[in-house]
């Protein structure tokens, strides 16, 4: 056939179908007057919603009724509206039609409003939607009936009010354009595109939800700046918890049911501190019932640090029950937000490795490069070691660091697997403490805060071994311990030292209590050089003189003053001592004139000196000098505050009097018994080593 001839049938058969379709719907019209359509259609979908209907006008168009100002009330009028569309779009089938039989296929709303409103009926919870899209998906048949396969919603607002409280969270309004497909108790949501209330972000995708008692939504989404904040609100103080913030990118097979949340998600997340975690490929299961959170197989990247999250899970009080981290390279800085309540602002460094805690038991082999703890790294700080922990077990031996600026070597060793005990020896040659107090930060004067029970979590013992240890002018060498630290104790079994020319030898036990703080002292002190330790007193510089040895056994509560809150025994030797111009040999002297230049400088051979100590208050049992010609002895109450009360008996043979004239001698002669002269003194007042204060008992 010809062409002409092929286009000349065609338009033959075009214009018969156009005049058949004119024909038809000019049939229509007559048939179906606007007035007559519109009482069928308000009829028809109030019939099969059972609900009230009203429209406001009705036309025809290419896309089939229309339809202004639509309103599907709830039960009645006087009830809110469950949706009002300013436009809106039906098709139905049209032989059924002709039969009084109004299928409706296809409803578009245009600009419309669906209202979701909770309340209790018959003590169940339960919304208008939900009840119409039962009794809509029932397919009770009736003469006149709806088949609705197809609604199209387009600038849609969606309202969600007075939800129950496992969905409080999604209340709000949002805004919705979608193509819905209905498939008997499912709905198939196809272009769909939400923007969430209160600017919270936009969704879009594809998805089915099932309308039934156990509902549960599944598909495929992209989410663009989705705050995530209000999610949290499922848990307790989860935005204290969790840093995650802004989140976008895909969450793929999503399935959302009354008991969980999960899905594939890949994307960017702002975190609390405004830093970017890149995720790829991480499952996520949120459980409702347990709350708990899943997250697995997820490759993440924070600036620098990157990492494989092999799995991780936690509650939603913020425990971490399970997490195995591997192909780690982190910096601690950045990947702080991710720890939840754990606070590691004070640490900083870089790890790498491997990582996983699971039932309560570490496996790790990491690197630790730069690694510094507290502020500048003011605790500890180290270059790079390498850690290989199995089963909470582990042991480091010859770790180079810093401990409070002090070059030391470390050994770290656990002692069992519970990785709650653990061995920890310290050496170092040179500790100045002048240079760490120095470094440690002055706090502003702050109001006075009730003190913390202090409680070390873990138990640490081992040794510590310095060579030389400053403090003012004081320096103590060749310090060596043992020690234990649990709960608020701190335990020195053993320690020696070398201090003031002298070896000291004890144990020691401190409590950390913010009511009642106290460290108990037991040591042995010998051969110490009086004068070493005198130098560190200015009113007695270079005035005594002795190699002292001793014991004591004290307890010390350490709060200011700490010199008033001393208890307990000190027992104390001198050997070859010497008294030069002391205030005590002062006060003697103005009651022996004639022997002021004798007392003004005393060697003995023996002190020796037994005290309690009470605070303040010292009790003298016994305080005695002895050499071959002169005696000296004290005993008595002396109180730094308070008024003191002290015997003192002076005691000296004829030899040491010898040189003095006669005049002299005779004014002594009545203190003699036998070959040795005894003058009683007593010495009362706030300072007794006062001159005035020193008078002779007649």
């Known amino acids: 056939m010809k062409p002409a001839k092929v286009v000349k049938y ?33 009829q028809t979908l109030g019939d099969s919603l059972n609900r009230p209907v009203t429209i406001g006008a009705i036309d025809y168009s290419i896309r089939g009724i229309q339809i202004t100002d639509l309103y599907i009330y709830d039960t009645d009028k006087e009830k809110p509206y469950i949706a009002h569309s300013k436009d809106a779009a039906i098709r139905f089938q049209l032989v059924p039609l002709l039969q009084k039989q109004f299928i409706i296929s296809y409803i578009s709303l245009n600009d419309a409003i669906i209202h979701i409103l909770y309340y209790t009926e018959n003590k169940i919870t339960t919304s208008n939607l939900e009840k119409l899209l039962k009794e809509l998906l029932s397919k009770e048949k009736s003469t006149i009936t709806t088949q609705i396969k197809l609604i199209s919603l387009n600038n849609t607002t969606v309202i969600l009010e007075n939800p129950p409280q496992n969905l409080k969270p999604l ?4 805004s919705i354009d979608t193509h819905v497909e209905l498939h008997d108790d499912i709905l198939e949501l196809k272009n769909l595109s939400i923007n969430l209330p209160q600017n919270r972000g936009k969704i879009s995708g594809d998805c089915f939800i ?11 989404f992209t989410l663009r700046d989705c705050d995530l904040l209000w999610v949290y609100n499922w848990g307790k103080n989860l935005a204290n918890i969790l ?35 890149f995720l790829s490929n991480a499952f996520t299961n949120v459980n409702l019932n347990k709350k708990t959170v899943t997250v697995a197989n997820a490759k993440g990247k924070i600036e620098n640090s990157t990492f494989v999250l092999n799995q991780l899970l936690f509650a939603f009080s913020g425990e971490i029950q399970n997490i195995k981290v591997s192909d780690a390279s982190i910096n601690t800085k950045e ?9 590691i602002s004070d640490i900083a460094g870089e790890l790498k490795g491997n990582f996983e805690y699971k039932d309560n ?36 031996d010859g770790i180079q660091a810093t401990v409070y600026s002090v070059p030391c070597v470390l050994s770290v060793a656990t002692v069992d697997s519970s990785f709650e005990k653990f061995t920890v020896n310290i050496e170092a040659d040179e500790v100045d403490l002048n240079k760490i107090i120095s470094k440690q930060p002055q706090k502003p004067e702050q109001p006075e805060k009730t003190e913390k029970e202090i409680h070390i979590p873990y138990e640490l013992s081992g040794k510590c071994i310095i060579q030389k240890l400053y403090k003012d002018n004081l320096v103590i060498e060749k310090i060596n311990c043992t020690y234990t630290m649990s709960k608020n104790i701190i335990a020195l079994p053993t320690f020696s030292a070398k201090v003031f020319g002298g070896d000291i030898t004890g144990r020691s036990v401190i409590t950390l209590s913010p009511e009642n703080p106290q460290i108990t002292l037991v040591a042995k002190f010998s051969n110490a050089r009086l004068q070493n330790i005198s130098s560190y007193f200015q009113e007695y510089e270079n005035r005594l003189f002795g190699n002292v040895s001793g014991q004591l056994q004290v307890t010390i509560v350490p709060k200011d003053p700490v010199i008033d809150r001393i208890t307990g025994k000190v027992e104390v030797s001198v050997e070859n ?7 005590l040999q002062n006060g003697l002297s103005i009651w022996l004139s004639d022997l002021k230049y004798k007392l003004s400088n005393l060697e003995f051979q023996k002190i020796y000196g037994n005290f309690n100590l009470s605070g303040p208050a010292i009790t003298i049992n016994s305080f005695i000098f002895n050499a071959p010609d002169i005696r000296l002895k004290l005993n008595g109450q002396y109180n730094r505050h308070e008024e003191s009360d002290v015997a003192i008996s002076l005691e000296f043979s004829s030899n040491f009097i010898q040189d003095l004239p006669n005049p002299a001698l005779l004014q002594l002669a009545k203190y003699k018994k036998g070959r040795w002269y005894i003058i009683p003194f007593r010495a009362q007042g706030k300072d007794i080593f006062e001159g005035k204060n020193i008078k002779q008992v007649q």
């Open 361 to 396: 038991s570490i496996d790790a082999d990491v690197t630790l490069s730069n690694l510094s703890i507290g502020k500048k790294g003011s605790i500890l700080s180290l270059q790079e070691t390498n850690l290989l922990i199995k089963n909470n077990q582990f042991k480091k």
């Open 210 to 220: 099932t309308i039934t008692s156990n509902y549960k939504i599944q598909g495929d």
């Open 577 to 583: 001592g010497k008294l030069a111009n002391t205030g």
């Open 10 to 42: 065609s338009a033959i058969i075009l214009i018969l179908i156009i005049m058949l379709l004119a024909a038809f719907a000019a049939a229509f019209v007559y048939l179906f007057p606007k007035e007559t359509l519109k009482s069928i259609i308000v």
């Open 243 to 277: 840093p995650y913030r802004v989140f976008s990118g895909t969450i793929d097979n999503l399935l959302i049911t009354k008991s969980a949340v999960q899905g594939t998600v890949t994307g960017s997340c702002k975190l609390s501190n405004n830093a970017m975690l």
């Open 171 to 174: 209340e709000g309004k949002y």
């Open 335 to 343: 990947i702080a937000p991710l720890l939840g309540k754990i606070d």
